[in-house]
C-alpha cells in the first residue's frame, strides 16, 4: 500500500455510499445542517477511540492544519447546500466535484508533486467523468442564480482547501490519528453551533438519525482510510481517485434502480474508471 491508492478506493466506496445515503434522508425531509451535526458526532468518538488504541495522537502543532481544515470543510458544505435551495442539482452538484482540481493543483504547486503526463491524464479523464456523470443532459437548459453558482464557487474552493491542508499537516509531521481528531472536533463543534442556532436547541429529526447515523460511520471509516493514505500518497492522485465516489451511484442507479442506461453514462463510468487506472499508474512511475 506504499502508494496509498488501496486506501483512496475504499474511501471512493465509502463516499458513494454516502451519497447513497444523503439522497434516501433528502427524500425522506432530512435536514441538511442537522445532517451534519449527527454525522460527525458519530464521527467524533470514532477518531477519538483509533487514536487512544493505536497511541498515535501526538501533540504538535501542525496537527492544527487539521483543524483550520475542518472548518473549511464546514464552511464548503454549508455553502453547498445553501446553493441548493435555489439551484439545480444538475448543475450545481458537477461544480461542486471539481474539489479535487483545487486540491490537486494546490499540492503539485506548493507541496511540488511531480506533474507527470499519466497523472495529467487521470486528473482530465475525471474531470471528464464529472461533466458525463453528472452534468445536464445535452441540449437541457437550466437557469442557476447567480447566488447559487458563487456560493457552490466558494463551496469548491474551500473544500478543495481543506484536503490540501489535511495533506499540509502530514506533510510537517502530524500523525493520521492527530489530524483525524483535529478535524473531526473542529467539524463538529460548528456544525453542532449551526444547528442549534437554526433549530434554537439541540435536535435531530427521526430521518436525521435512521441516515445520519450510518452515514457517520462509512463517513468515519472513508475519511480515515484517506488520511491514513494521504500519509504515504500524494493529495494529487489519492483525492481525485476518492472523489470519483460518484460512480458508485451511477452504477447502483443503473444496476438496481434501474435507470435509464445511456451512452452518455456508459461513456462517463468508462472515464471514471481510465481515470483511477491513470492514477494509479501515476502513484507507482
Known amino acids: 500500500m506504499a502508494s496509498g491508492v488501496p486506501y483512496a478506493l475504499l474511501t471512493l466506496f465509502c463516499?458513494?455510499?454516502?451519497?447513497?445515503?444523503?439522497?434516501?434522508?433528502?427524500?425522506?425531509?432530512?435536514?441538511?445542517?442537522?445532517?451534519?451535526?449527527?454525522?460527525?458526532?458519530?464521527?467524533?468518538?470514532?477518531?477519538?477511540?483509533?487514536?487512544?488504541?493505536?497511541?498515535?495522537?501526538?501533540?504538535?502543532?501542525?496537527?492544527?492544519?487539521?483543524?483550520?481544515?475542518?472548518?473549511?470543510?464546514?464552511?464548503?458544505?454549508?455553502?453547498?447546500?445553501?446553493?441548493?435551495?435555489?439551484?439545480?442539482?444538475?448543475?450545481?452538484?458537477?461544480?461542486?466535484?471539481l474539489q479535487f482540481v483545487v486540491t490537486a493543483v494546490l499540492a503539485l504547486v506548493l507541496l511540488g508533486e511531480h506533474p507527470s503526463v499519466v497523472k495529467i491524464g487521470g486528473l482530465l479523464l475525471a474531470i471528464a467523468a464529472v461533466w458525463l456523470l453528472q452534468?445536464?443532459?445535452?441540449?437541457?437548459?437550466?437557469?442557476?442564480?447567480?447566488?447559487?453558482?458563487?456560493?457552490?464557487?466558494?463551496?469548491?474552493?474551500?473544500?478543495?482547501?481543506?484536503?490540501?491542508?489535511f495533506k499540509l499537516a502530514l506533510r510537517q509531521g502530524a500523525t493520521p490519528a492527530s489530524v483525524l481528531l483535529c478535524q473531526v472536533v473542529a467539524l463538529s463543534s460548528a456544525s453542532t453551533a449551526l444547528s442549534v442556532y437554526l433549530d434554537r436547541g439541540f435536535t435531530a429529526s427521526p430521518a436525521v438519525l435512521r441516515y445520519g447515523i450510518p452515514f457517520g460511520v462509512s463517513q468515519a471509516i472513508g475519511f480515515g482510510a484517506l488520511i491514513e493514505g494521504l500519509a504515504i500518497g500524494e493529495a494529487s492522485i489519492l483525492v481525485p481517485i476518492a472523489q470519483l465516489s460518484f460512480v458508485i451511484t451511477a452504477i447502483v442507479g443503473l444496476?438496481?434502480?434501474?435507470?435509464?442506461?445511456?451512452?452518455?453514462?456508459?461513456?462517463?463510468?468508462?472515464?471514471?474508471?481510465?481515470?483511477v487506472i491513470l492514477l494509479a499508474l501515476a502513484a507507482r512511475l
Open 255 to 275: 444496476t438496481f434502480l434501474k435507470e435509464a442506461v445511456t451512452a452518455r453514462k456508459l461513456v462517463g463510468l468508462a472515464a471514471a474508471v481510465g481515470a
Open 135 to 165: 452534468g445536464s443532459a445535452a441540449g437541457a437548459k437550466v437557469e442557476v442564480p447567480r447566488e447559487a453558482i458563487a456560493r457552490v464557487l466558494l463551496a469548491t474552493v474551500a473544500v478543495g482547501i481543506a484536503f490540501f491542508l
Open 15 to 97: 463516499f458513494g455510499l454516502n451519497d447513497l445515503l444523503f439522497k434516501r434522508a433528502a427524500q425522506h425531509g432530512a435536514a441538511s445542517h442537522q445532517m451534519m451535526m449527527v454525522l460527525t458526532l458519530i464521527m467524533l468518538p470514532f477518531f477519538a477511540a483509533y487514536g487512544v488504541l493505536t497511541r498515535s495522537v501526538v501533540p504538535d502543532p501542525s496537527a492544527l492544519w487539521g483543524s483550520l481544515g475542518g472548518l473549511f470543510a464546514f464552511y464548503g458544505f454549508y455553502n453547498f447546500s445553501r446553493s441548493l435551495s435555489s439551484g439545480a442539482v444538475s448543475v450545481l452538484s458537477p461544480i461542486f466535484r
